[in-house]
């Protein structure tokens, strides 16, 4: 976890409102992450859920990227592709290697891993993101849905950077 990041969440659990010249404090990240939320607010709810444990922001995540998808889906399938979306960007680690990108053999050689070819990130399958939404693998629509997903998991990693910058140059300014 950055530097940023980490402060964005102490401060998203901090109760300390106590403010000093010259020293950043929770209170001033915390402005920051409001005014980042201006533009960026599906990044500051990413901060909060993935970083600070803030429960509190997941419907209104959900429910702000199931508006953001671009086809005409049925409520609940647009909420179920969102959720997907959102556990593909809190759960990135590979579970094969533990988000080492490499396994150690016996002998203490360590091979890059199988699973995720060094990168650290999961990759999950169409098949895992099919089941966790609940379509069958024979519908119509599996490739729209995982496009949808896609879109959706590439709009929050973006927002949750864009966000960070923001709230970062609020705090150097």
Known sequence: MSKIRERMAMAARSSNLASREHVVMPVDCLGAMGIASRRHAIGIMAVRLKYANDASVHADMAEQLRRMIKKPLPQSLGRAIALQAMREFLMQQCKSCAGRGYKAAPNGVKHPCQSCRGSVIKRYSDT??????????????????????????????????????????????
């Open 128 to 173: 895992e993101r099919l089941q966790s939404i609940g379509i069958s693998l024979a519908s119509v629509r599996t490739q729209e849905v995982i496009r949808q997903v896609d879109y959706l998991v590439g709009i929050i990693q973006a927002e949750e950077k864009f966000a960070v910058m923001r709230a970062q140059k609020c705090l150097v300014d």
